[in-house]
């Protein structure tokens, strides 16, 4: 039986993100860098301290090269091909844009989260280390939050230079600024602190974590990013169904 045409095109998305030996080194690494989660939380009393801190960008391993991989494939393969034109070629395929649009977020976005969260969750449960889901939603809400941005971006300039540049820059600022503002914003007591939890939660659950007090608006950043990111996955899907190549 012939697979389907839109199954074909989806295979032939995925085929040019995940050409051997990608999978086969990014899998691996995912799972076996989790250690971190062990060596963190090996802290005697400060657990959850250190629980947190194997969950925050940079520090681990597994998320870094999650966002790494979702990064090269929105910038150097999908938006290279708008920067060239070449996504015409896709475009001319008997499938609706919207279903070319779902297909490569899937590849591009989606199928790294998901190859985070199943080594994750395997790590979890064979190290039998209590970490909180809470920890992993925050990740999966910032995770998409800051992707979509990047995708937007990618889709309003036709440039790889000038989408790598901006997206660095607007990311760097909202989690690095964005975290400094949360700490002074804790210390001052500020009433503008829960602008924050939206850009960089983890200085937040460190708080938390260290003085053993609950932020009570930390939910609500979480929830506004949620909210704002898809809003910007909407957008971006408007953009795609309207580019012009």
Same mark, same amino acid.
């Given at each position: ?46 657990n959850y301290y250190g629980l947190v801190l194997a969950f925050v960008p940079l520090?681990? $391993? ?55 969260l199943f080594t994750t969750e395997l790590y979890i449960f064979l190290s039998n ?11 999966? $809400? ?7 941005? $990047? ?95």
């Amino acid at each position: 039986m012939m697979p389907s045409r839109s199954f074909q095109i989806f295979r032939l998305i995925f085929k040019e993100r995940y050409r051997q030996p990608t999978l086969e080194l990014v899998i691996p690494t995912m799972l076996v860098s989790n250690v971190f989660i062990s060596a963190f939380y090996a802290r005697g009393v400060f657990n959850y301290y250190g629980l947190v801190l194997a969950f925050v960008p940079l520090i681990s $391993v597994s998320e870094t090269l999650t966002f790494a991989l979702a990064l090269r494939n929105i910038i150097f393969v999908t938006g290279d091909h708008i920067y060239r034109g070449s996504i015409i070629s896709f475009m001319m395929m008997a499938i609706k844009r919207i279903s070319l649009f779902f297909f490569t977020y899937f590849c591009d976005v989606i199928l790294p989260y998901l190859f985070w969260l199943f080594t994750t969750e395997l790590y979890i449960f064979l190290s039998n280390i209590p970490v909180p889901q809470y920890l992993v939603l925050i990740y999966t $809400v910032g995770y998409f939050f800051t992707e979509n941005i $990047v995708l937007l971006i990618a889709l309003s300039f036709r440039s790889g230079g000038i989408v790598t540049l901006l997206s660095g820059t607007i990311i760097g600022i909202l989690f690095i600024f964005g975290g400094i503002a949360g700490y002074y914003g804790i210390i001052m007591n500020s009433s503008l602190t829960p602008i924050a939890t939206i850009s960089n939660p983890y200085v937040f659950l460190i708080y938390e974590a260290v003085s053993e007090k609950r932020v009570p608006y930390l939910n609500v950043g979480i929830y506004t990013e949620a909210v704002i990111s898809l809003i910007l996955f909407a957008i971006s899907a408007l953009k795609f169904k309207r580019i012009e190549v």
